[in-house]
């Protein structure tokens, strides 16, 4: 798979899940320097691996999507989340996540949006246009958790759904559906998690077999 | 003082804060987030906290200070400073950025400056308690002992 490729967990021959957790990768993004302070401890005491930047076009220059050279030196990046605030200066978390979604390489890639302001037509933007969570500010460990939980789950799914087929014909067909349905102007398929939407498909490629 | 007595002392001074509204729970929050590997984690937070809120602050009277105040500027700021005491659970400083976002958006430059007052009225309260609160804990480690966990049973 592409750049971004959301990190697989390594699956002994029985089919055993127990394995240890792998370190997610978390890019967190926010104007705020006292903010960044705080999402990063929150992040690393949570066992994740944290790179924090300052703003949206920082952060998309750090995934390579800000059109520069260098995007082929990041073909070994490995993103499992990103985090990042909603209001900046600049672009605004709800445009890195349009941006981030529009990306062949990080669409996959869950995006979590914090805000301070509790605005529903704001939250409901962000999770329409493909957030995997909307989170309220100030952010607590028990929200960092619940993510982590949710990240991992999710990433687990994925990995059981491959393991319990033919892989590498669920692999083709699973890279020509998600080009088809990204072209797709589908607004229901919009609302849901986008590994969600991705474990829907080959469960039902899977029956095929 | 012995160490016993620092601690107790610590322990009381800590819950007049909560207890006046100067701190809220975010600030728990933060405690809960310094263990052995970042011993000084919350006053690291804190000390970045005051940087940014002197300069945010130093901002905002500049903007006030102009012959015609252009609040596209000024609420930008306020909403900072609201943010980043939110975050480090500076409850009151919180709350008068909240009052001050709202003359912001009436545009009433009259009482503008004075919610800025009250916000560094707020501001060096916060900026003092905390300072005391440092020294104490500081005293307390130089003699050997460990700081006591916060209970709050209210």
């Known amino acids: 798979m592409a750049v971004g490729e959301v990190m697989r967990m390594e699956i002994p021959a029985g089919g055993d899940l127990t394995v240890t957790t792998p370190e997610l990768h978390v890019l967190a993004v926010d104007d705020s320097i006292v903010d960044r302070k705080v999402i990063e401890r929150l992040l690393r005491i949570s066992s994740c691996k944290v790179t924090t930047v300052e703003s949206g076009t920082r952060a998309l220059q750090y995934l390579g999507l800000d059109g520069g050279k260098g995007a082929s030196n990041l073909k070994d990046l490995k993103v499992n989340l990103i985090v990042t605030d909603y209001s900046m200066p600049g672009l605004t978390g709800y445009d890195l996540l349009k941006k981030i979604k529009e990306s062949s390489a990080f669409r996959e890639v869950p995006v979590v949006i914090m805000s301070s302001e509790n605005i529903l037509p704001r939250i409901e933007e962000c999770l329409k246009e493909g957030a995997e969570e909307f989170l309220l500010k100030p952010v607590k460990l028990a929200d960092v958790k619940r993510i982590k939980q949710l990240i991992l789950k999710n990433e687990a799914e994925e990995c059981k759904t491959l393991s319990h087929s033919n892989k590498r014909k669920l692999q083709e067909d699973c890279d020509t559906s998600s080009s088809s349905s990204s072209s797709h102007d589908d607004s229901s398929v919009k609302d849901t998690p986008s590994s969600k939407r991705m474990k829907s498909e080959s469960e039902n490629l899977s029956s095929l077999f | ?154």
Not at chain 2, 51 to 71: E, Y
């Open chain 2, 1 to 154: 003082m012995d160490l016993v007595q620092m601690q107790k002392s610590l322990q009381d001074y800590t819950k007049s804060l909560f207890l006046e509204g100067i701190l809220d729970s975010q600030f728990l929050q933060l405690q809960q987030l310094q263990d052995e590997s970042n011993p000084d984690f919350v006053s690291q937070v804190v000390t970045l906290f005051f940087q940014d809120s002197d300069r945010i602050l130093n901002d905002l009277s500049l903007s006030l200070d102009q012959q015609v105040v252009d609040f596209k500027k000024v609420d930008p700021h306020v909403h900072q400073l609201k943010g980043s005491s939110s975050s480090i659970g500076a409850q009151r400083v919180k709350n008068a950025c909240v009052v001050f976002r709202s003359f912001c958006e009436q545009q009433n430059v009259e009482a503008c400056h004075r919610c800025l007052q009250q916000v560094k009225q707020e501001y060096y309260l916060v900026k003092n308690r905390l300072e005391t609160l440092f020294k104490l804990e500081q005293q307390i480690v130089a003699s050997g002992g460990m700081i006591p966990a916060v209970e709050l049973g209210f």
